[in-house]
């Protein structure tokens, strides 16, 4: 079956970049779905921060969109996240989601999710 | 962006009770919306979509209905595994936005 999972540093000191990666198995990147990333604060709810499709097409949440860049890599059928400039305000636990984008009533539903990974910006 | 907006906040039931939250969207979605259930320390997991189909998989015993500004979820007999944290989300338009979240609570 088709996982997700997210990898990378849980501490990250201010003003500097977070960076994760989402490993998919069970399934190619190159498929019909879009690859997102949600995160969820402490005590908080679900915020969409961005998506990628494999040709490189993004679509990013505007009040994020100056810090955030999603990129895929194929060769290794995954996808990354880079936040720049971070404040405490981005410490979160962060996932990765698929959307399928045609061929399914599931279209642009979150239908399989990573553990998520926990991320704490602090010097 | 579309806001979402869930209420209650928090439900206190107890098993078997007959339970609905809301979820109102701040312009009309038309039925592009989901719900998921989220257990604490797991992520969400999805069980109806575009407003009322169920997803494979998941108890009949969730029903979702509603359109445009309006949606409810309904669990129609609540046991003990329901006890979780249900949210909201869009996805007519972008940027994809969710609810803040129901917590069922055991009464």
């Given at each position: 079956q088709v996982q997700l999972q997210e990898s990378g540093p849980g501490l990250v000191k201010p003003s500097g970049t977070l960076s994760l990666t989402c490993a998919v198995s069970?399934?190619?990147?190159?498929?019909s779905n879009w690859w997102s990333w949600v995160r969820q604060s402490p005590g908080k709810g679900l915020e969409w921060i961005g998506e990628i499709y494999h040709s490189g097409t993004t679509n990013y949440k505007s009040s994020l969109k100056s810090r955030v860049t999603i990129s895929v890599d194929k060769s290794k059928n995954q996808f990354s996240l880079k936040l720049s400039?971070?404040?405490?305000?981005?410490?979160a636990i962060y996932y990765c989601a698929r959307a399928p984008?045609?061929?399914?009533?599931?279209?642009?539903?979150?239908?399989i999710w990573g553990q998520g990974t926990m991320v704490t910006v602090s010097s | 962006d579309i806001q979402m907006t869930q209420s209650p906040s928090t439900l206190s039931a107890s098993v078997g009770d007959r339970v609905t939250i809301t979820c109102r969207a701040?312009?009309?979605?038309?039925?592009?919306l989901a719900w998921y259930q989220q257990k604490p320390g797991k992520a969400p997991k999805v069980?109806?979509?575009?407003?009322?189909s169920l997803k494979s998989g998941?108890?009949?015993r969730f029903s979702g209905s509603g359109s445009g500004t309006e949606f409810t979820l309904t669990i129609s007999s609540l046991q003990p595994d329901d006890f979780a944290t249900y949210y909201c989300q869009q996805?007519?338009?972008?940027?994809?936005t969710f609810g803040q979240g129901t917590k069922v609570e055991i009464k």
């Open positions: 069970g399934d190619s990147i190159s498929t400039s971070v404040t405490a305000a981005d410490t984008y045609s061929g399914t009533s599931l279209n642009d539903v979150f239908d | 701040s312009q009309s979605i038309s039925r592009w069980l109806i979509y575009k407003a009322s998941v108890s009949s996805y007519n338009n972008y940027p994809r």
